[in-house]
């Protein structure tokens, strides 16, 4: 049975990231990287939607190896807010769809019954919080 660090390393090679590169665009050193892949570390939520996004990857299958009949692919609803703060920040694609992919994965989930929705403020600081982290390919 694979694991969460040999799925990153899985996915890693068949991208043809190094650890360095990989570690790179995630923030972390190779070392920290190199433990996760040997499963001698274990992953805060954030890094692990951080590598996510670099490996375009969900968080769901390094987590689980899993894919659901919901992971296949459709349409992007994209908020007009974040919409206007991607324009307004000259946001890449990737670093848009990352944005969207954290609420999505962490902020929308914790209370799906009284979600609100997000103002371009909240966006703004969830950008602000995240910056180092997006991919900007």
Do not use: C
């Not at 805060?44 to 659901?68: C, E, F, H, P, W």
């Not at 459709?74 to 919409?83: D, F």
Request: charged share 30%; net charge neutral; aromatic share 4%.
């Amino acid at each position: 049975m694979s694991t969460v660090g040999g799925r990153i390393r899985e996915i890693r090679e068949a991208k043809g990231l190094t650890q360095e590169q990989l570690a790179a665009r995630s923030g972390m050193s190779k070392g920290f990287l190199s433990e996760v892949e040997n499963d001698r570390r274990n992953l805060s939520s954030r890094i692990l939607l951080n590598i996510a996004t670099q490996l375009g990857a969900t968080a769901d299958y390094l987590l689980t190896g899993t894919t659901s009949a919901t992971d296949t692919p459709k349409a992007i609803e994209m908020p007009l807010e974040l919409s206007r703060v991607a324009e307004e920040r000259h946001l890449t694609h990737s670093e848009t769809i990352g944005l969207l992919e954290a609420y999505s994965s962490l902020i929308a989930r914790r209370n799906p019954q009284g979600s609100r929705r997000y103002t371009e403020a909240d966006w703004r600081e969830l950008h602000d919080a995240l910056k180092p982290f997006l991919d900007k390919r």
